[in-house]
């Protein structure tokens, strides 16, 4: 049996420095966003229940897409991270130009579908024909958005890998604060502009969109060193080889990623069978909670580029290393998030005005949430920040997809059709299914199987 890697004091100093410097404005960048849905909730939520219930079904495409493309950019990213750890510029444009390629293929046919099929994709998720009006009315503006939100994302995605977040982090947060007011005028017709409702949320979201688009790509392509900034030339000179290497990685993060999102919308049709109210409390119960996620969003970034370009270096049991250090973050972050927002629960229901039994219906969602917030993060961090780090998507795939698809799903609807359960325990009862997978994954991270090095390609 090999010998323990003992890491030194310098090599623990520029981890944590590491983590922090990529780890924290990802987070940023991931709060902005998650704040923009609060808000949003907030805003959409004081016009009615069926409102916010119908703009939270209507928005589970663009979940399932905006997840897809995080897979797209996500598996590819293994081999854009490596490339920047030994600073092969010329390799890393290759990898994005099948971003761009692969974005493409995926985003037209989304949005063709979410345009001509809202009224039947919202139907998926209520019954309810208030529901499905208004958010049919949403979706056939929103979707347009799909374009521009994706192309900012690609950008600012793969800014992760190059710890260039200063920028994108700041048209992230102009976009939203230009969103919020968008909001304000259109929603409720503020400032002379017309009252619009659900459809001003939708026209806000597009506007939104389409600025920081603008914004994002003046920054990169009018930098004099970014290594995003490349001609059509530079993106779209790989080869065959180079495209099918990638996309052996990149095709189970994207069918993973996929299965999630799908698992996670069916999920929330289950509670939707419950009726409207249900369906808004899960909508906020979900925004809220993603809050709390966009810190383990920002620690499972930085892990991924942290192992990534270690491995990329070839120092195998340096970032085996530097991942245990990883996970024993999240597990204090688990503790202190958990206390936290049972805390904060009671406050952050009274924002939404709403009646008592639905006020006490989102406090009970809320608590289930916060325990849940264990099981979940650990095995988010193993997947999507240590496992995909060594290039192991395919089993990363087949734990999430028989967890989510096989056990999650079924779960959900037993528990509302079956056992008619209150929300606050179907959610508990779905939550078994994070329980059963972190333990799969803490078995394939202590096999090391997971470690691989793609630079030598």
Known sequence: MAEKYIVSHEEKTAFYKHMLAVGIPVML???????????????????????????GAANQIYFIYSVLTFGVFS?????????????????????LG???????????????????????????????????????????????????????????????????????????????CINIFLNYCLIYGNFGMPQMGVKGAATATLIARIIEFIMMYTY???SKDNPLKAQPKELFSFDREMFGNVMKTAIPVIFNEGLWAISVAMVFAAYGRIGATALAVVQIANTVTDVFHTIYTGLSNATTVIIGQTLGQGK???????????????????????????????????????????????????????????????AYLIICGILRAGGDTLYCMLIDASMN??????????????????????????????VVKVFLCYQRYFSKKWVTVFTGM
């Open 29 to 55: 960048q991931q709060l902005v966003v998650v704040c923009l849905n609060l808000v949003d909730t907030i805003m959409v939520g004081k016009i009615s229940e069926e409102a916010l219930a119908a703009v």
């Open 98 to 176: 099948i971003d761009y390629v692969v974005f493409f293929a995926i985003t037209i046919p989304v949005m063709v579908l979410a345009f001509f099929g809202a009224q039947f994709l919202v139907g998926l998720f209520s019954n309810d024909m208030a529901v499905i009006s208004l958010g049919n009315d949403y979706m056939k503006i929103a979707c347009f958005s799909y374009m521009f939100s994706g192309l900012t994302f690609l950008i600012s995605y793969n800014s992760r890998a190059t710890a260039m977040l200063k920028v994108p982090t700041i048209v992230n947060l102009i976009a939203i």
């Open 405 to 434: 698809m096989i056990l999650q799903v079924p779960l959900a609807f037993i528990a509302v059709l079956v056992l008619h359960l209150a929300l606050p325990m179907a959610i508990a009862m779905v939550a078994i299914a994070d």
């Open 75 to 95: 598996g590819a990213g293994v081999y854009l991270i490596q490339f920047w750890g030994i600073r092969d510029l010329k390799s890393l444009r290759k990898i």
């Open 316 to 378: 195998t049991d340096l970032a085996y290393s530097y991942s245990g250090m990883s996970l024993k973050v999240t597990w204090i972050l688990n503790v202190i998030l958990t206390i936290i927002f049972i805390l904060m629960r009671e406050p952050i229901a009274a924002i939404y005005g709403f009646n008592a039994q639905t006020t006490e219906l989102l406090m009970s969602s809320f608590f289930v949430y916060a325990i849940a917030i264990t099981p979940k993060m650990l």
């Open 220 to 222: 990169v392509y009018t």
